[in-house]
């Protein structure tokens, strides 16, 4: 089965560029979404399809992928952006499932 | 507005039998994929299984196959996960999420439910 892994935690201070990464083999051909959860909320979509924003979300989140690690970018972070983040692809080699990363909590100094 | 509306909280024993719902509203919900995904206490999202209401298609992950059932009322517009026999290791807040169709392959999760909260307890 196909592994996402993700760092536990990543830490920036205000107004700096957070970058959380997402590693899996050849992830590059695969789509990468991303979902910020705040503590007591359930789960938002933040990006898909690699670098896509849903209507609604700031410009300030962005995301690449390419060979064996996708990344979610979020610049000039504010205090709001403290969360749990979780990368997700879709694995169709065999059970056409989906798969998420383990999350990294972001803490914003 | 698109919507998916859980039941509320349930406490239940070892042993027990239990099915939650989720209620889609704002789009046709016979046309989408709608999917279930764990989270036990303090850890990360982990990805059950999937029904197409339109047909009642279902997918489970290798994890839960045999553990959980996936069902869909489409003429209610609901979805639902059940078990026959609790665990305590079941004790997990179980959200519902609209699958969409990802750009190159499979599916992605645009709008979810608030969550329902399932205690199994003796």
């Known amino acids: 089965s196909y592994v996402l892994t993700q760092p536990p935690s990543v830490s920036v201070a205000p107004g700096q560029t957070a970058r959380i990464t997402c590693g899996g083999n050849?992830?590059?051909?695969?789509?990468v979404h991303w979902y910020q959860q705040k503590p007591g909320q359930a789960p938002v979509l933040v990006v898909y399809?690699?670098?896509d924003r849903p209507s609604g979300i700031p410009e300030r989140f962005s995301g690449s992928n390419s060979g064996n690690t996708a990344t979610l970018t979020i610049s000039r972070v504010e205090a709001g952006d403290e969360a749990d983040y979780y990368c997700q692809v879709w694995d169709s080699s065999s059970d056409h499932r989906g798969v998420f990363g383990g999350g990294t909590k972001l803490t914003v100094l | 507005e698109v919507q998916l509306v859980q039941s509320g909280a349930e406490v239940k024993k070892p042993g027990e039998s239990l099915k939650i719902s989720c209620k889609g509203s704002g789009y046709s919900f016979t046309s989408y994929w709608i999917g279930w995904v764990r989270q036990m206490p303090g850890k990360g999202l982990e990805w059950m299984g999937i029904?197409?209401?339109?047909?009642?298609?279902?997918r489970y992950s290798p994890s839960f196959q045999g553990q959980v059932t996936i069902s869909a009322d489409k003429s209610i517009s609901t979805a639902y996960l059940q078990w026959s026999s609790l665990k305590a290791s079941d004790t997990a807040m179980y959200y519902c999420?609209?699958?969409?169709?990802?750009?190159?392959?499979?599916?992605?999760?645009?709008?979810w439910g608030k969550g329902t909260t399932v205690t199994v307890s003796s």
């Open positions: 029904i197409y209401p339109g047909d009642s298609d279902t």
């Open positions: 999420a609209r699958h969409l169709r990802s750009s190159t392959s499979g599916y992605y999760m645009d709008v």
């Open positions: 399809d690699d670098s």
């Open positions: 050849n992830i590059g051909s695969k789509s």
